[in-house]
């Protein structure tokens, strides 16, 4: 039973996808530090959330393969249905940290325009020149790679999530999303998180999967530490720009090395 709950939170959480929720159904103020765990928990599962995201978006593509319109066509929709299935929320994360970051001169300013609700004119250019470049690196891309991208890039990408929130500390001290992921994650998540990506990896890349994963940590570690110096920690915002960065990261390197 606790294994379905908290790989029902991590798809709840991660996508749009309807699941049952396997939570307590009472929500009172002694269940809250459980619930809290349990989100941290379910970390251990955000690997499988984004190979659940790769199965859906490869199938997709080879769909459209059999119709009758251009690859160009089929991998504009293929990102559309990309961001859909997430509801845009790494993407969201993305903008906010960009705008604070770029707008912000101390850590209080910084962590106000990320938690505004509204994007500044920064953050959208940073997420158009983002979604361009992941469009570009999908269309470039060769056909006998593509579906091995679509299928590990989102693991890899919600795998770096863990890795960020297991190796940093919160920025906020209270109400902060990320603040709940990362009081409470232990070894346990992060093992199993990095035994999964690595087993659903190695079929795929075999030993190129190492320099994929090392991409990977390089990417966190560096946003690690440029948020440390800037605003002595990190935010659920920055989870999620991480995982937005690692992706198109991971897919710019399978793309330059065609790594297969």
Not at 157 to 186: E, Q, T
Not at 224 to 244: H, M, T, V
Request: aromatic share 10%; net charge neutral; glycine share 8%.
């Amino acid at each position: 039973m606790k294994i379905l709950r908290d790989l029902s939170l991590a798809i709840r959480f991660l996508t749009i996808i309807p699941v049952i929720s396997f939570l307590p159904s009472n929500n009172t103020n002694q269940n809250e530090e459980a619930l809290a765990e349990n989100f941290a928990n379910s970390m251990a599962f955000f690997p499988l959330v984004g190979m659940l995201i790769g199965i859906l978006l490869v199938l997709l593509r080879r769909i459209f393969y059999y119709f009758a319109i251009s690859s160009l066509v089929s991998d504009t929709l293929v990102l559309i249905v990309w961001i859909w299935l997430s509801s845009g929320l790494h993407l969201d994360g993305f903008a906010d940290s960009i705008d604070g970051f770029l707008g912000g001169h101390d850590k209080e300013e910084i962590l106000k325009i990320m938690k505004d609700s509204s994007t500044g004119a920064k953050g959208v250019v940073a997420l158009v020149s983002l979604l361009l470049l992941k469009f570009i690196l999908l269309v470039e891309m060769s056909l006998w790679i593509k579906d091995a991208a679509l299928f590990f890039t989102p693991v890899i990408g919600r795998w770096s999530m863990v890795i960020a929130a297991f190796l940093g500390k919160p920025a906020r001290l209270k109400d902060s999303m990320g603040k709940l992921f990362m009081d409470y994650i232990s070894w346990r998540e992060f093992i199993f998180a990095s035994l999964t990506m690595v087993v659903i990896g190695i079929p795929l890349f075999r030993l190129y999967l190492l320099p994929l994963v090392m991409v990977g940590i390089g990417i966190v570690l560096l946003i690690l530490k440029y948020c440390q110096k800037r605003i002595g920690g990190i935010s659920g915002d920055i989870l999620g720009a991480i995982n937005e960065i690692v992706e198109v990261s991971i897919l710019l390197t399978l793309c330059i090395f065609g790594i297969k």
